[in-house]
């Protein structure tokens, strides 16, 4: 399975935006790149993912590089509630099954 | 809202016991999975399941097993639970998708497993 590099932890200021960066050097060409988070004593949350191109939802962007060997995860505008652990990840499984890999993750902490 | 409940929050057993854990989705979907998480190891998969009655073997599945006799129901057994299971276990559900892997998974809250 293709494998996701991510920095331990990163800090944030409240009200400022966040890139949580993850490299995936070894990614296919039919790999998806899916973001999760999980906030404490919970179970992992979607939170977006993507093919090549840039992706935006209600929660989140998602920034692809175009050799696809990195992608950005970006909040807008990091609130108290976003502390979470957020897991970039790629896709391993085959054609109609899924299933996610989960790394160690990027501990974000957000400061009021 | 979408769903997937976890039989118990917490649960304590003993060394040697019989184990079920349970999980229920209600959100129709064809594919259930069953992870265990432990610090500084991340989740690891145990089973998954893409049918009733269908199962396929995870990344760890030594000591455990599986049943999903209905859509919505996956339970993970520990045949003799042994201290080194102790640990979260999270159970979660994705829809079957023929195109590609372009889906998300829903997880469950967790249980989080003691054993004596």
């Known amino acids: 399975d293709a494998k996701t590099t991510q920095p331990n932890s990163m800090e944030s200021n409240e009200e400022e935006p966040v890139h949580l960066p993850c490299n995936h050097s070894?990614?296919?060409?039919?790999?998806?790149i899916h973001w999760y988070r999980q906030l404490p004593s919970q179970g992992p949350e979607y939170v977006i993912h993507g093919l090549t191109s840039n992706v935006n939802n209600r929660m989140a962007s998602l920034a692809i590089a175009e050799d696809r060997k990195s992608s950005t995860l970006i909040l807008h505008r990091a609130t108290l509630r976003d502390a979470a652990v957020y897991y970039c990840?790629?896709?391993?499984?085959?054609?109609?099954?899924?299933?996610?890999?989960f790394g160690k993750g990027t501990k974000l902490s957000v400061i009021p | 809202d979408v769903k997937v409940t976890q039989s118990s929050r917490y649960l304590v057993k003993r060394t040697g016991e019989k184990v079920f854990l349970e999980c229920v989705q209600d959100m129709d979907h064809e594919n259930m999975f069953w992870y265990r998480q432990d610090p500084g190891l991340g989740l690891r998969l145990i089973y998954f399941s893409y049918d009733v009655k269908m199962k396929e073997k995870g990344d760890i599945p030594e000591g455990y097993s599986v049943s999903r006799e209905k859509k919505e129901r996956f339970s993970l057994i520990l045949e003799s639970a042994s201290t080194n299971q102790t640990s979260m276990y999270l159970c979660?559900?994705?829809?079957?998708?023929?195109?590609?892997?372009?889906?998300?998974?829903?997880f469950g809250p967790g249980t989080r497993l003691t054993v004596l």
């Open positions: 070894t990614i296919s060409g039919t790999d998806y």
């Open positions: 990840i790629l896709d391993g499984s085959g054609a109609g099954s899924y299933q996610l890999t």
């Open positions: 979660a559900s994705s829809l079957w998708e023929t195109s590609g892997r372009d889906n998300e998974q829903f």
